[in-house]
């Protein structure tokens, strides 16, 4: 019988160059399972085909905060997002993305784990052998730590199969394959550098992303003293991790790929044409995206004013300037009325047969440009409008999403694009170490263990953006440091993809799955940004219905039918 992967397979899985680094793989031709293994550069493209889509063109992960409370997908393609965030999702009819149920990547590191030792000891040396297989351990690890979020009990396979062995694979129980990626995680370390100095290298499994998933797993499956014991790991030498220090510029492809730039713990890496990320162009405004992702007026109002209070406490917040004074995050975090954007300020409000005040201001921003990308060779540019009632490519909230596309230019013709947003490099994170410092003092905090490490792990979050230090005297206790914890996590990592994760672990599903609002109603002086809102005219854009099969994915049906031994979730 022949196995799942096959010789024709490699053609397609493995990636050529030990020269390169990771985001620039290309497919080898020419190989068989005989002569696969015959030099280490066979090797080393062997396990550069492991990385290939383990995070897929960026989609998964950007998309994920569209099932919670953060952003909604308009779903004009007939995608599952808001079938699932709203209640409606049949998995009869509805097919969930490839991309949650894959065992892919899983299947690949399995084939690579069980013929790498047909590479002898002439061809690669011991220590390599060991850290490639880490590298592959740590990859099937996390795909596990996915399926098993979103389906709970899946098949744990660690081995590579015929076709009939994998229509025979029962489920295994969600706390199985959290010990065993546990435990695969801590094994495998200590075969990990610390960081590695060849730029071939770049975008590899190290040392800190094995311990800092261990860290997020643990926090999640409430193993609080194994989460701040390895998170302490992490914050003390070797480690030398810290935050960016511009928290808009993190996030943009030349400085999150920048050697001095050591917050980034583990990221996916893209390239143009070949593993392209082609998601940008649903997340960016018109004309050079279609806004598919748009962003809550929930999200927004979570972010604190510059008093360090939530905007029901702040007695000097202005619901009429309501981005007057706030956390300088969410201007980092979400293009918002009047903002000065792409070289406008950008203007979702004011209706097309109002009077316009003001006119665009085109500084920095190159002219209007087509849909779809084209346009003039100053780069991408931007329409004077984009009203929220009005076109489809428009975001119907009024807020769109801006971590990655601080500047649309960073696209046009360089080493990360050439003239359209669904082509091109630059990498995703994964992990950062604000996640860790926010896991570490959520671990503490659980754990009754509040103490000035807590707080300072918060603060250094805070301080990056110039917010105040949390105030002790409002915040001391258990409930009191939980909620500023979780708000904390909410808007330092909105849109990153853990979101989900989150709602689930604290199963607070029905206090936050809500109806979708849009931005207030009114104007925006197009010359400098100014608003004149009308009060009370926020309006329900989507309609969300909390029920508990929220909480899980189901098994999708084609599965169900290619392994009988499947069982679907209760809840479905």
């Known amino acids: 019988m022949k196995k799942i992967y096959t010789i024709s397979l490699l053609l397609i899985l493995l990636g050529s160059g030990a020269c390169k680094k990771l985001s620039d793989v290309a497919p080898l031709a020419e190989y068989t399972d005989k002569t696969v293994w015959s030099t280490k550069e066979d090797v080393v493209a062997a396990i550069n085909g492991c990385y290939r889509n383990w995070e897929p063109s960026g989609f998964p992960l950007l998309f994920r905060d569209c099932l919670t409370d953060n952003e909604v997908n308009k779903d004009f393609f007939g995608t599952m997002y808001e079938n699932f965030a709203s209640g409606n999702y049949n998995p009869a009819s509805i097919t969930v993305s490839d991309d949650f149920y894959n065992y892919e990547t899983i299947n690949k590191c399995n084939w690579f784990l069980e013929n790498v030792d047909r590479a002898g000891d002439d061809i690669v040396d011991a220590d390599f052998k060991k850290r490639t297989k880490a590298e592959a351990r740590f ?7 996915l399926l098993s979020q979103f389906y709970r009990n899946v098949p744990l396979v660690l081995h590579t199969q015929t076709i009939d062995e994998s229509r025979l694979q029962k489920q295994v129980s969600k706390a199985v394959i959290t010990e065993t990626i546990l435990n695969e995680l801590a094994a495998i370390a200590p075969d990990l550098p610390i960081e590695y100095f060849d730029s071939a290298d770049k975008g590899r499994i190290t040392r800190g992303a094995a ?16 989460c701040i014991a390895t998170c302490n790991q992490l914050m003390t030498a070797p480690f030398t991790y810290s935050l960016y220090s511009n928290f808009e510029n993190l996030f943009r492809p030349q400085f999150e790929n920048n050697a001095m730039n050591k917050e980034v713990i583990l990221d996916a890496q893209y390239m143009l044409d070949y593993n392209q990320k082609n998601v940008l162009s649903a997340l960016a405004i018109a004309p ?25 406490e702040d007695n000097s917040y202005n619901l009429l300037q309501p981005y007057q004074n706030r956390d300088p995050r969410l201007s980092a975090t979400i293009i918002r009325p009047g903002l000065f954007y792409n070289g406008i300020f950008f203007d979702p409000i004011t209706p097309p047969n109002v009077g316009i005040i003001g006119g665009p201001v085109p500084a920095g921003g190159g002219g ?7 346009g003039p060779s100053s780069g991408y540019g931007s329409i004077p409008s984009n009203y929220k009632k009005a076109a489809f490519m428009n975001s119907p909230t009024g807020y769109s999403f801006k971590k990655y596309l601080a500047n649309l ?4 013709n360089s080493t990360y694009g ?36 807590v707080y300072d792990a918060i603060n250094k979050v805070r301080a990056r953006v110039m917010m105040p230090e949390v105030n002790t005297s409002t ?22 993809g853990l979101r989900w994760f989150d709602i689930v672990r604290w199963q607070i599903g029905s206090d936050v799955i809500k109806d979708v609002y849009d931005c207030l109603n009114g104007t925006v002086n197009r010359s400098n940004g100014m608003l004149t809102l009308i009060p009370n005219s926020s309006t329900v ?15 999708p049906a084609k599965e169900l039918q290619a392994n009988t031994n499947l069982v679907q979730n209760t809840e479905y």
């Open 409 to 412: 230019n960073d696209y046009w």
């Open 541 to 555: 854009q989507f309609s969300r219905t909390f029920t508990p099969k929220y909480y899980v994915f189901p098994i």
């Open 418 to 453: 050439l003239n359209q947003l669904s082509n091109t490099g630059g990498n995703v994170i994964v992990i950062r170490y604000a996640e860790v410092l926010l896991t570490y003092a959520e671990a503490k905090i659980e754990a009754g263990q509040i103490d000035q490490s």
């Open 475 to 496: 915040h001391s206790g258990q409930t009191a440091m939980r909620e500023l914890v979780r708000r904390e996590r909410r808007v330092e990592l909105a849109g990153e």
């Open 288 to 312: 050079a995206g279609n806004s598919q992702i748009a962003v809550t007026q929930s999200l927004v109002d979570a972010f604190e004013t510059l008093n360090g209070q939530t905007i029901g």
């Open 368 to 374: 209007p440009v087509p849909a779809g990308g084209g």
């Open 139 to 145: 990859l099937r690890a996390y795909r596990y730590f």
């Open 211 to 226: 311990l800092a998933l261990k860290a997020r797993i643990e926090l999640y499956s409430k193993k609080y003293d194994a």
